[in-house]
DNA sequence: ACTAATCCCGACGAAATCACTCGGATATCG
DNA sequence: CGATATCCGAGTGATTTCGTCGGGATTAGT
């Protein structure tokens, strides 16, 4: 996805192209563009001169979204939930008190990657431009 | 642990007793139980009428504690380090700009966990106490 | 001293997930 | 036509997770 950024609004790019780039598998890369193409995020052109291109400019592609297609739904754990119909499923859920820590932590996740878009990993566009208001602490400890 | 910090005060809780209070394996608590012991975070009393208890008050251990030393350093990814050492490890690191992010997540799960303690999660001694100040959100959506 | 309760230790195993591989069908451009 | 692409579905090998199993060492009560 990184890749697609950097060639944005350049027409299509071939899976073999990035392959070479990134140095990963064609085969690799295409099972991952199905979730990709599903999720809306990118665009394909069959044939001769076809590729993948997003959809959006990556700017507005945070990376959370990327993730869920590739993934699907963000969760440390299973029982990561505030849906109440979870007690039915996890027997333990009359005792287990943890639950709301993993929302945290879900949460917690899905910020941070929120925080950053594809344009943020990119470095053609624009340089890196972080976001320290959503995320408190600089990157350096 | 929280089953343990529940038992806090009242000498050592033995394996069979949790796992029947948690409806988990006593061969399989005896396996996580030496990680934290070796990270100092319960001691054992063996014999008969021996057992386990937290080496300091529930308050005091936060959860981030716990989970390192149950699964070692937090780390979504591999590649989740500001260590220029990596650099070295990791073949695509030249070219690969993700890394960034990696961390970023990484530090906001670890600030998740580190802000709720195993008090927080016991119910008996205090009841919960979220901490809204560190995780900006709360916990009802 | 004896016994029962408890921790201690190392090896083994089933299931799930991850990071791919393989083979071929289909569409498009020149 | 033929080269270059995407599309599609099934298969594989390594690793991790969540356990099981069996036996040994240590201590408290009697």
Do not use: K
């Amino acid at each position: 996805m990184v890749q697609l950024a950097r060639h944005f609004g350049t027409g299509p790019a071939s899976l073999a192209g990035i392959a070479a780039e990134e140095d990963l598998p064609r085969a690799y890369l295409e099972q991952l563009v199905v979730s990709l193409r599903d999720a809306g995020l990118v665009a394909s052109t069959r044939g001769a001169h076809g590729g993948y291109e997003l959809t959006r400019a990556p700017e507005t592609i945070p990376m959370g979204e990327v993730l869920r297609a590739l993934e699907g739904p963000i969760a440390p754990m299973m029982c990561a939930t505030d849906d109440p119909e979870h007690g039915l499923l996890c027997d333990r859920s009359a005792r287990c008190t943890v639950n709301v820590l993993w929302v945290r932590v879900r949460d917690a996740i899905s910020d941070a990657l929120d925080s950053m878009t594809l344009a943020d990993l990119a470095p053609t566009t624009t340089p890196i431009q972080p976001d320290p208001v959503i995320q408190g602490a600089p990157i350096q400890p």
